[in-house]
C-alpha cells in the first residue's frame, strides 16, 4: 500500500497535481516528510497538507481487525492449508488436524525412544489411500542413520490397517511408494535436496521425511562456527521447500548434554539450573536439543519424546496454536500410541528440558557411538 500511486488515492486533481509536480510520486513519499517540509516544498497552506495527509494516510492505513476476526483467519488457512493427521488423538487435536503442511515439523529425544517409530507410521499415514484418511501419495524419506526397516514398516501397516494390508498387493503398493535415500555426507545431501525439488510435483510427494538431520550434521563439523554455517544454509533450503510444495516436512533431531555452568537463553531456564542443583533428584539428567538455538527457530512444530519415572512422554514443546501439552505413549506391534488423548499442560523449565531418566548414561553413549559412526561413514566417502 506504501507504494501506492498519490494521483490514484481519490484527491482534489489540484493537489495531487502539485505533488506529481515535486517528485513526489507515491504515499511513500509524502509520508517520508513532515508536513512542515511538505509546506516549503509544495509551497501551500498548513490545512491544505494536513488533510491531504490525513487523506492519504487512511487510504493506505491497514484496516483495524478483531481478535475473533483474526481467529477465523487463521482457522480458515489451516483448513485450506491441511495437515497429516497422526492418529494419535490428543495430538491431533493439540494441532488442529495433525502434521501441518508447508512448515517444518521437529521430533527430539533421545536415541531409542521411538522417533524413527513415528516416522514410520507417518510415512504410512502418508502414502495411504484417501478414502483410507491418508493423503495417497509417495513418500520421500532420507535415511541418514540407516534406521528404516521395511519389515517394521510392514508389521505397523498391517496392525494398524488389516484391512488394508491383507489385501493381496497392497503391502508391496504402499512400501513401493517410500522412496529411502541415504547420504554419507553434507554435500551428498545437499545434491539429494536439489533432485527432491524436482521430484516434488513430478513424483507427487506428500511427505518428506529426514531422519536424522543432527547426525548429517554433527558428524561432518567440530567448530561450532562453521557447523551452524552450514547448517543455516541447509535449513533454508529445507524450509523453502516446505513451502514451495506445502507438504508436511518432518525432521529428527537428537539431544546433548547441558553443561551446569553453560548459559540459559531465557530468565526461566537459569531459574531451572538453581532448582537442579539445590535439589538434584528434581531431574536425572538435563538434556537438550541438538544444533543450537538457530535450529529451533526455524522449526515451527517441536514435538520432544522423553522418558521419566518409567513411562514415555510425547511433549508438544513448541507450537504457535497449542500451549505446551505432555502425552504418555507407548510403542506396540502398531507404532506409536497414546495412553491418554487429555495432554497434561506444562509450566516453566520442563517445556524444554529433556529427560531420560536411569536410561541417560545409555542414550548419551548411543548418541556418541552415532557421531563417531557417521563421522567415520564421512571419512570413508572423502577417502
Known sequence: MANKLINQMGLPKSIANIFTARNIITAKDALSHTEFELMELLDVGKEEVTSAMAHVSEVVCPPCQTALLLLEQRVRNE????????????????????????????????????????????????????????????????????????KRLI????????????KKGMAQEMAGRILILRPTSLSEFAE?????KVSLLQQQVKLLIIDSMAALVLGEHECGTTRQQALGWHVSFIKSLAEFSRIPVVLTNQVRSQSGDESRIYSFQAQSRSIIKDNPATYDSHLVAALGINWAHAVTIRLVLEARSGQRFIKLAKSPISPPLAFPFKITSSGVI????????????EINTIQCQVEVLTCLFSSVMKNMRAKILCLISKG
Open 192 to 196: 539429494s535436496l536439489y533432485q527432491i
Open 155 to 166: 508389521e505397523i501397516g498391517i496392525n494398524s490397517f488389516p484391512e488394508i494390508f491383507h
Open 79 to 150: 483448513t485450506l492449508a491441511g495437515h497429516l493427521p497422526t492418529r494419535l488423538k490428543g495430538l491431533d487435536d493439540a494441532l488442529c488436524g495433525g502434521i501441518p503442511f508447508g512448515v517444518l515439523t521437529e521430533l527430539v529425544g533421545p536415541a531409542g525412544i521411538g522417533k524413527t517409530q513415528f516416522c514410520l507410521k507417518l510415512s504410512l499415514l502418508a502414502s495411504l489411500p484417501a478414502s483410507c484418511g491418508g493423503l495417497d501419495g509417495r513418500v520421500i524419506y532420507i535415511d541418514i542413520e540407516s534406521k528404516f526397516r521395511s
Open 338 to 349: 497414546l495412553l491418554d488423548d487429555d495432554g497434561i499442560e506444562m509450566k516453566g523449565p
